[in-house]
Each structure stands twice: as structure tokens, then as C-alpha cells.
């Protein structure tokens, strides 16, 4: 599985857009990216997942580079409630189910 | 629609003791796997279960062992408890031919004295 790399922290104002960047220079050809959501004392919440370019859903977007080495999951306007950390993960897309989670960022929306 | 639920949501226990969490994964899942969260870690996979049958297993000794049953809901084993198993233990479901979603409950929190 690839490795992959994400600050651990960030912090933020309501309001503003977040951009949480994660680096995976080992990726493989039939790797997916998925993002996911924890607050704390709760399960994972699944985010968006993307192969290439840029997918968009009702709750963020997800920049994918052309040599997919990286990507940014961008959250628009971030409220209080998104306080929580977010984790990047990549794996083939059949490999789902025991995907690596890291240690994932810790952002932090502030008043 | 129900999503995954575990039970107990709380419990502790003592060294050397033994402790079973159980788990109903989303209405229509097949397919459930286990992961142990350490606090200000991320989610650490234990195994995975299918049609009964464990068919992944991540780092963790034999004392981890688990169960599916016909109706996919799934139990999780520990046995000869380590002070270093305190953590929240989570279940997470899926359909066999996923999307790459996994679909977790709340977990069950266990603290081992």
C-alpha cells in the first residue's frame, strides 16, 4: 500500500475554505484516494474518493494532480462543526476493507 | 435505515480477563471488518469477515479472534487482556463488491485496569 503523508495539524477560521494536502509518491497505477472524517468518540465517516482530476460532492472536492503524487481535499466555508480529523488514504480499489489509516490531521475551526 | 451498530458502547475490565464486543453492520452488508483505535491514533485493522470466514487479518496476536455469523453480524474476541488493549475498538461494514466506502459505527470503548 502506498504511504502517504498529511500535516498533523491545522487550523482554521469559520468561514474560510481549508485545503488538507496529502502526499503519496509511491501511489500505483489501480490505487484509489479516499478521504474520511472522525469527530471525536465516533466511527469514520466516509468523505469523497477520487482516482483522477477533481471530484466535487455535497461536502468537498477532491484536486487530484496529473501525476497523482498528491492531493488536496478542499472544504468550502468550514464551520465550527468541522472540527475533527480527516484522514487520506490509498489503496486499490478491491482493497477497501482493511485500509491503512495514519495518524491523519487534526483541524481545528475556530470563532 | 439502521446503520452499523456495536455493543457495549463501554465497558471495563481487568487484566487477564476475556471480553466479546458485537457488531450488526448496515442493513444489506456482507461484509465486516474490525479496527483498534488507540487514543490520538488512527484506526489500526485487527480482520475482516465474509460468508463467515475471517479473510484478512492485520497485525495482531491469536488472542484476537472473531466471528460472523448467517445474519453478517460479527463478534470480536479478546482473550488474556493487556493493559495495552484499552482503546475503542470499531466495526466497520461493507457490500463484498464495494465502492471503497466503509461504513463504521460508534465503537465500543474498553478500558482494561
Known amino acids: 500500500l502506498a504511504k502517504t503523508t498529511q500535516p498533523i495539524s491545522m487550523d482554521s477560521y469559520e468561514g474560510q475554505e481549508v485545503n488538507i494536502t496529502c502526499s503519496h509518491n509511491?501511489?500505483?497505477?489501480?490505487?484509489?484516494i479516499t478521504w474520511y472524517q472522525q469527530f471525536p468518540s465516533q466511527g469514520p465517516r466516509f468523505i469523497i474518493q477520487g482516482y483522477k482530476t477533481k471530484v466535487t460532492n455535497e461536502v468537498a472536492s477532491l484536486f487530484i494532480p496529473a501525476d497523482r503524487k498528491s492531493s488536496t481535499l478542499s472544504l468550502p466555508r468550514v464551520s465550527l462543526s468541522d472540527t475533527a480529523v480527516y484522514y487520506c488514504?490509498?489503496?486499490?480499489?478491491?482493497?477497501?476493507?482493511?485500509?491503512?489509516f495514519g495518524p491523519g490531521t487534526r483541524l481545528s475551526v475556530l470563532p | 435505515d439502521a446503520g452499523v451498530t456495536q455493543s457495549p458502547t463501554h465497558l471495563i475490565k481487568t487484566r487477564g480477563q476475556q471480553v466479546t464486543l458485537r457488531c450488526s453492520p448496515k442493513?444489506?452488508?456482507?461484509?465486516v471488518s474490525w479496527y483498534q483505535q488507540a487514543l490520538g491514533q488512527g484506526p489500526q485493522f485487527i480482520f475482516q469477515?465474509?460468508?463467515?470466514?475471517?479473510?484478512q487479518r492485520g497485525n495482531f496476536p491469536d488472542r484476537f479472534s472473531g466471528h460472523q455469523f448467517p445474519n453478517y453480524s460479527s463478534e470480536l474476541n479478546v482473550n488474556a487482556l493487556l493493559l495495552g488493549d484499552s482503546a475503542l475498538y470499531l466495526c466497520?461494514?461493507?457490500?463484498?463488491?464495494?465502492?471503497?466506502?466503509?461504513?463504521f459505527g460508534e465503537g465500543s470503548r474498553l478500558t482494561v485496569l
Open positions: 469477515y465474509y460468508e463467515e470466514e475471517e479473510r
Open positions: 442493513s444489506g452488508h456482507d461484509t
Open positions: 509511491n501511489i500505483a497505477t489501480n490505487d484509489y
Open positions: 488514504l490509498v489503496g486499490p480499489y478491491n482493497y477497501g476493507q482493511n485500509f491503512v
Open positions: 466497520a461494514s461493507s457490500l463484498a463488491d464495494h465502492t471503497g466506502e466503509l461504513f
